[in-house]
T-cell receptor, first 109, second 116 residues
Framework: GQNIDQPTEMTATEGAIVQINCTYQ??????LFWYQQHAGEAPTFLSY??LDGLEEKGRFSSFLSRSKGYSYLLLKELQMKDSASYLC??????????WGAGTKLIIKP | GAGVSQTPSNKVTEKGKYVELRCDPI?????LYWYRQSLGQGPEFLIY????????DSGLPNDRFFAVRPEGSVSTLKIQRTERGDSAVYLC??????????????FGPGTRLTVL
């Protein structure tokens, strides 16, 4: 079966750095997305990786290793507004997007 | 419009009733997706449209669920004989291209369906 694993919840301190991991087992791979979802709101796009390596976009970076079936989202200089759920999603061989359950990130002052 | 819109934002209905949920995608987006999301879970795929046709409806849980997109723009998700287990947030997303291409999906605000 297809599976996306990410931690259920993480806590970090304002101003710090946090890394949210995602491991996947899917039938084929055609890219990995990270989305942010604030409580009661729709998911919004953060990043996309299809090749191995690190993609940096401001305070957020996303890393991919296809051979390990692994990605992480790195958030730097955490702000209170970063408190949200972070969803990892993989496009499989049928180009269907398979979603993880999300990681709830709690930022403390 | 500027983004994906969904109506209604909230729908409360009684078990056994019929409901329709509407999605208006971003203008020019050919691909449209329906998901449902329960609390603490990721989106669960229901159906994908490319233009007017349902290219993949493998996520529809049973024959009580049906969706249409007659003119390749607005889509309606229809649920017959609703059950309490149908209670969830129903999300609609659209993308410029469809499956087989880079398909960043833009989500609407969702419809929260509560079946009493």
């Amino acid at each position: 079966g297809q599976n996306i694993d990410q931690p259920t919840e993480m806590t970090a301190t304002e101003g710090a750095i946090v890394q949210i991991n995602c491991t996947y087992q899917t039938s084929g791979f055609n890219g990995l997305f990270w989305y942010q979802q604030h409580a009661g709101e729709a998911p919004t796009f953060l990043s996309y990786n299809v090749l191995d390596g690190l993609e940096e976009k401001g305070r957020f970076s996303s890393f991919l290793s296809r051979s390990k079936g692994y990605s992480y989202l790195l958030l730097k200089e955490l702000q209170m507004k970063d408190s949200a759920s972070y969803l990892c999603a993989v496009t499989d061989s049928n180009y269907q997007l398979i979603w993880g359950a999300g990681t709830k990130l709690i930022i403390k002052p | 419009g500027a983004g994906v819109s969904q109506t209604p934002s909230n729908k409360v209905t009684e078990k056994g009733k019929y409901v329709e949920l509407r999605c208006d995608p971003i203008s020019g987006h050919t691909a449209l997706y329906w998901y449902r999301q329960s609390l603490g879970q990721g989106p669960e795929f229901l159906i994908y449209f490319q233009g007017t046709g349902a290219a993949d409806d493998s996520g529809l849980p049973n024959d009580r669920f049906f969706a249409v997109r007659p003119e390749g723009s607005v889509s309606t998700l229809k649920i017959q004989r609703t059950e309490r287990g149908d209670s969830a947030v129903y999300l609609c997303a659209s993308s410029l291209g469809g499956q087989g291409t880079y398909n960043e999906q833009f989500f609407g605000p969702g419809t929260r369906l509560t079946v009493l």
